[in-house]
């Protein structure tokens, strides 16, 4: 019984190792086949890639460009070289020269390509020219700029390098511009047009650049102005104003009620305003109030219009206009208006003669007198104005109270406007 036994035992053993051998030639037998699949599909990945590049020409678009580009960087044969046995080996070194070869082939195509290419950085088919405009740009060492522009009058383009303030081309008078400018230096580099007239224009401006990086993520330049110097490379030159302060303080004064000035007091007052030597303008802030106490704005007129000032130029160059209601005086005093009340206000006259001030003053009917009617204003509330001032040492400004029984009470700032020329550069950041 016992050596029947050991009968079984050894034939069961036998099954088992027959067994255990059938299944590693089978798992053999698979990875063979795995292996040999992966080579097969890494073989036919890159000549699907070769076809790809070989589509490739300076009118490709950067995402046909990016695509072959993001398939290449994928392409890898991956295998754990110990498992392998050494004619999978010895293939598998075969697939990675492949793949190394392709990528370098490649590589040099799309660098190729790209470098023969033409990438836009302004396309305008249809621009209003109305000023003077410029396009800024990076450019690196190695690459060249292509400059097409169409004009329907004759224009002048300059092209210039920022860092080393040079003067590349100059094309004057000219209303169709073609040409090419090898980069020699890495630079921010300007094109300005100055159409002369207002028309249209058709610009484009295309390069050659180093490599696919620089098409796939461009530097971008910001310009800003930014307050400049006579000389400066580039500066540019405006009319502009420069403001004084006319009073240390603000003057304030009390226009009684015309009952109450029979008693005590006055109706009216007087203003002598000294314009300074060639000021244009006379600038005022008026606050009338029936109470009494300051605030705490009473003061800051001269500030706040500076404060204005120098926002509004380094958000476009200020032009000084003389005509009123326009220009950059109109804004100025439109963003600092003193608060009104409904219940405060007041007549003033504009005097120019000192003979006329007294008059007023000593109580003259003013329909008899000569005052500036397009000036003067007749029942106003707190408000802020100008006065031209040029050819005038002094102008008068008479104020007059119609209210019978209620007091106002006023507050009068000014400031002198001189035309002023100012300069103005631009920056270029590298983004």
């Not at 610009?203 to 490599?211: A, F, M, S």
């Not at 206000?345 to 397009?374: E, S």
Request: with cysteine; glycine share 4%.
């Amino acid at each position: 019984m016992t050596m029947k036994k050991n009968l079984l035992l050894i034939v069961f053993c036998a099954l088992a190792l027959v067994s255990c051998g059938n299944k590693n030639a089978n798992e053999k037998a698979a990875r063979d086949v795995a292996f040999q699949e992966q080579c097969n599909r890494t073989i036919e990945t890159c000549q699907k890639l070769g076809d790809a590049v070989s589509n490739l020409s300076p009118s490709s678009s950067a995402e046909d460009i990016y695509e072959v580009q993001k398939l290449t960087d994928e392409l890898a044969f991956n295998y754990d070289a110990s498992s392998l046995e050494p004619a999978q080996l010895a293939r598998a070194k075969e697939v990675d020269k492949m793949i190394a070869d392709a990528k370098v082939s490649i590589a040099q195509k799309i660098d190729l390509t790209v470098k023969q290419g033409y990438w836009y950085m302004v396309n305008q088919p249809e621009q209003l020219l109305t000023e003077r405009v410029e396009y800024p740009m990076y450019l690196e060492r190695g690459e060249k700029l292509f400059v097409e522009i169409k004009t329907e009058k004759p224009t002048d383009v300059r092209i210039y390098n920022v860092n080393s303030h040079q003067l590349l081309r100059s094309y004057t008078g000219k209303a169709y511009v073609k040409d090419s400018l090898d980069i020699s230096f890495t630079s921010v580099y300007v094109v300005e047009i100055n159409p002369r007239i207002r028309q249209y224009a058709s610009i484009e401006l295309t390069y050659h650049p180093n490599n696919i990086e620089r098409v796939r993520a461009p530097k971008q330049v910001v310009s800003k102005q930014v307050e400049g110097e006579k000389g400066d490379f580039r500066v540019q030159t405006v009319k502009g104003i420069k403001m004084k302060n006319l009073f240390e303080e603000p003057r304030k004064f009390t226009l009684r009620g015309q009952l109450k000035a029979a008693f005590s007091g006055s109706y009216r007052a007087i203003v002598a305003v000294q314009v300074p030597t060639g000021a244009t303008d006379i600038l005022y802030s008026l606050r009338i109030s029936t109470n009494e106490p300051d605030r705490a704005s009473d003061g800051k007129f001269h500030d706040n219009m500076e404060t204005s000032y120098k926002r509004i130029k380094m958000l476009g160059l200020p032009v000084y206009e003389s005509h009123s209601g326009r220009g950059i005086i109109a804004t100025l005093l439109g963003e600092n208006q003193p608060l009104r009340e409904e219940d405060a206000y007041i007549n003033m006259y504009v005097f120019y003669n000192a003979a006329q001030a007294k008059k007023f003053q000593d109580g003259a009917d003013p329909a008899k007198l000569a005052y500036n009617v397009d000036y003067s204003t007749m029942g106003t509330q707190s408000c802020n104005g100008r006065i031209p001032s040029k050819g005038y040492k002094t102008i008068y400004l008479g104020f007059l109270n119609e209210r019978m029984r209620y007091n106002n009470y006023v507050w009068l700032e000014a400031v002198s406007a001189v035309q002023n020329t100012e300069y103005f550069k631009t920056e270029y950041i590298v983004k």
